[in-house]
């Protein structure tokens, strides 16, 4: 089992920036990768970045490259998603996730992880 705990979310105005965070504890020695997907009202739940657990870049979705950065520190079991010049399109509860094995579905794809956080509220005001 692998308990996913995220924080960060709030309010900002749109060009605003804020930093999610997605603790892990439980059997985090078995992760593969984590992902941060969001859904938005009305929406389907959308890739928005992963990345591998053990090391490399980060891997976006087009609508957020350039802006998010995503990233981890493994000695706090930590991953982060960085958000800069936020736009209200960006609005949505973000969640993270794990991926313990990969399963050849995709990392962009919800499916694909096997754990999941609660989600924060992201909301960006025009």
């Known amino acids: 089992q692998v308990q996913l705990v995220e924080s960060g979310g709030g309010l900002v105005q749109a060009g605003g920036s804020l930093r999610l965070s997605c603790a892990a504890s439980?059997?985090?020695?078995?992760?593969?990768?984590m992902g941060w997907f969001r859904q938005a009202p009305g929406k389907e739940r959308e890739f928005v970045a992963v990345?591998?657990?053990?090391?490399?870049?980060?891997y976006y979705a087009d609508s957020v490259k350039g802006r998010f950065t995503i990233s981890r520190d493994n000695a706090k079991n930590t991953v982060y998603l960085q958000m800069n010049s936020l736009k209200p399109e960006d609005t949505a509860v973000y969640y993270c996730?794990?991926?313990?094995?990969?399963?050849?579905?995709?990392?962009?794809?919800?499916?694909?992880?096997?754990?999941w956080g609660q989600g924060t509220q992201v909301t960006v005001s025009s």
């Open positions: 996730a794990a991926d313990l094995s990969y399963y050849g579905l995709g990392l962009d794809k919800a499916g694909e992880y096997d754990y």
């Open positions: 990345i591998n657990w053990s090391g490399g870049n980060g």
């Open positions: 439980g059997r985090t020695f078995s992760i593969y990768a």
